[in-house]
Nanobody, 125 residues
Framework: QVQLVESGGGLVQTGGSLRLSCSAS????????MGWFRQAPGKEREFVAA????????YYVDSVKGRFTISRDNAKNTVYLQMNSLKPEDTAVYYC??????????????????WGQGTQVTVSS
């Protein structure tokens, strides 16, 4: 069992930056591939970024490529999402998630095993 807690959300102006953190407790964090998802009001949960066990492989949704960076520190049991050049359309609740299965479906929310409670990101225009 893994418990995930996100932090770092807030209100920022267009063009600003935020860094989200997701701290994990429980079983060995390095055994889990990790992902960030977001959900805006009235919309489905959307894949944002994902990272492999060691951090050597990353994936991003096209809309955030070049602006967001996912990283992890296994010694600190933490995964990060650095968000730069934020846009109003980035406004959403952001969730981190842990993937424990052998075959990694990195962009499919239902395939992830553990979820945090979410942190709100609001980008004002």
């Amino acid at each position: 069992q893994v418990q995930l807690v996100e932090s770092g959300g807030g209100l920022v102006q267009t063009g600003g930056s935020l860094r989200l953190s997701c701290s994990a407790s429980g079983r060995s964090f390095s055994n889990y591939r990790m992902g960030w998802f977001r959900q805006a009001p009235g919309k489905e949960r959307e894949f944002v970024a994902a990272i492999s066990w060691s951090g050597g492989i990353t994936y991003y949704v096209d809309s955030v490529k070049g602006r967001f960076t996912i990283s992890r520190d296994n010694a600190k049991n933490t995964v990060y999402l650095q968000m730069n050049s934020l846009k109003p359309e980035d406004t959403a609740v952001y969730y981190c998630a842990g993937f424990a299965r052998a075959r990694w479906s990195y962009s499919t929310p239902n395939e992830y095993d553990y979820w945090g409670q979410g942190t709100q990101v609001t980008v004002s225009s």
